[in-house]
């Protein structure tokens, strides 16, 4: 079963708004990280937050992290028609690197 | 540094056929793992090896589906006598070593087509 539930499935804004995407899950996790697809493609590494972490930055991103809640949110912050795509939260449990990944969110920015 | 490599890009099979997917993980890489992802849903993890060895294959059908990682070449996903519900794409990714909290390199992906 999915460990993750992204929220909202899918979100459509104007160029240079905020979109803000949240993830859920379920287990206690290692870390937390999230991924981008775009359509058609493979997926690319966003940002990796530890468990340890409540917040991380990365030029436009900002993540979060509440392990009390189970929860984290993706900001992007100054959205650009080339930040369509998929966005998705992937946890890591236990010992090994296998990720988790949620369903997704479809983020559509529009010029 | 090449990316991970997954061949064919695309492939078509008729049901009852063999699908045979290639993955290179990263030079470096000893490390890989497998997904399949669904029209409109996120990744699936299926099948996580290293060298000669299969650590985790929780997440593989019981049946027809069966992954390796010879000691030379690439890891291979192998997908016996397929069926219309195979119809997905398959990622591969790498990663140095296996620990919680590396990243891990994805592949393009294969999108397996069952007629």
């Known amino acids: 079963s999915q460990q993750g539930e992204e929220d909202p499935q899918a979100l459509s804004i104007q160029e240079g708004e905020n979109a803000t995407m949240n993830c859920s899950y379920k287990?206690?996790?290692?870390?937390l990280q999230w991924y981008r697809q775009n359509s058609g493609r493979g997926l690319v590494h966003l940002i990796l937050i530890r468990s340890n972490e409540r917040e991380k930055h990365s030029g436009r991103l900002r993540v979060t992290l509440d392990t009390s809640k189970k929860s984290s949110s993706l900001l992007i912050t100054a959205s650009r028609a080339a930040d369509t795509a998929s966005y998705f939260c992937?946890?890591?449990?236990?010992?090994?690197?296998?990720?988790?990944f949620g369903a997704g969110t479809r983020l559509a920015v529009h010029p | 540094n090449a990316g991970v490599m997954q061949n064919p890009r695309h492939l078509v099979r008729r049901r009852g056929q063999e699908a045979r997917l290639r993955c290179s993980p990263m030079?470096?890489?000893?490390?890989v793992y497998w997904y399949r992802q669904l029209p409109e849903e996120g990744l699936k993890f299926m099948v996580y090896?290293?060298?000669?060895?299969?650590?985790?294959e929780s997440g593989m059908p019981k049946e027809r589906f069966s992954a390796e990682f010879p000691k030379e070449g690439p890891s291979i996903l192998r997908i016996q006598q397929v069926v219309r519900g195979d119809s997905a794409a398959y990622f591969c990714?790498?990663?140095?070593?296996?620990?919680?909290?590396?990243?891990?390199?994805f592949g393009p992906g294969t999108r397996l087509t069952v007629t």
């Open positions: 090896l290293q060298k000669e060895n299969i650590i985790d």
């Open positions: 992937a946890t890591v449990s236990g010992g090994y690197n296998k990720l988790i």
């Open positions: 030079k470096g890489h000893s490390h």
């Open positions: 287990t206690s996790i290692n870390n």
């Open positions: 990714a790498s990663s140095p070593v296996d620990r919680g909290g590396n990243e891990q390199y």
